[in-house]
Every structure is written in C-alpha cells, then in structure tokens.
C-alpha cells in the first residue's frame, strides 16, 4: 500500500519536493487557495498532493466548465488540507520536525472531531453526526496510510 499522506517525495528531476500550501487558478478565473501541493526545490515544478487529487477534481467537476464563483478555499472542503494548514501557520520548527508536527496536529483533530461527535450525538441530531462521521474517516484513512 502506497503512503499517500507523505509530506517529501523525489522530482523527476531528482530534487527534493516538500509539501506546500499553494493558490491555483482555474480557468484564468476561478482562485483555489490553500491547495496541498508537492513543489520542487529544484526545478519549482509543482502537482497538487496526491491526497488532494480526488477532492480538487470533485471540486472543479462541480465548478463547471462557466464558474460563478472566482475564488474558493479549499480547506473548507478538505480536512486534511485544514489540518495541514493549521500545522504550516503555527510551524516554527525545522523541516525534519513537519511530520511530527502534522501527526499531533491531525491527532488534535480527531479528538476534536469525537468530542464534537459526542455532542451531536447527544443531541439526537443524524444530519450533523453523519457530516462529523464523514469528516472523521477521512482524516483516519490518512493516519492509517502512515502505519503501512
Ligand atoms: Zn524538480
């Protein structure tokens, strides 16, 4: 099983690609910020994080070949690019230490995530539990792909 959550991967080129949060234009028109992508020290090449890949064409499916809208984020749709965002604003450490940092950061988010789970749960409210479950088994299909 391939680890799809890697924070480094080597270029065609043979630099090294770390993961960065970048803004993508789609159609000249439309911003998507916050977008996982790896990007090459090297060659500055860059592809969004392969992660990411399946919800960044869901997103731009449902833009639509004439999009409305001209800007969106998409850690609003992507937990773990939120996650991942929330760990590069507060990161302060060196590179070496970013695994460790997005590990405790994405733990943080599933204890959060249950907590939440627990209230709504209380609450008898299946619309709400059902959108925190869907959120919660895609952050752990990413920690479960680190074990492998
Ligand atoms: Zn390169």
Request: with cysteine.
């Amino acid at each position: 099983m391939c680890n799809e959550s890697k924070l480094y991967r080597t270029c065609r080129c043979g630099g090294v690609m770390t993961i960065h949060m970048h803004t993508l234009i789609y159609k000249a028109k439309v911003k998507i910020s916050r977008v996982p992508v790896f990007m090459c020290r090297t060659c500055f090449q860059y592809e969004p994080h392969p992660a990411v890949k399946r919800d960044l064409s869901l997103m731009i499916q449902n833009l639509g070949s004439n999009p409305e809208i001209t800007s969106l984020s998409f850690i609003e749709r992507n937990e773990w690019a939120s996650v991942l965002n929330d760990t590069f604003n507060g990161f302060q450490g060196e590179d070496h230490d970013l695994e460790q940092a997005v590990q405790q950061a994405m733990s943080a988010r599933i204890d959060l995530l249950l907590d939440l789970f627990r209230i709504a749960s209380e609450a008898a409210d299946p619309v709400w539990m059902g959108e925190i479950e869907s959120r919660l088994l895609k952050l752990i299909s990413h920690t479960a792909s680190k074990v492998s």
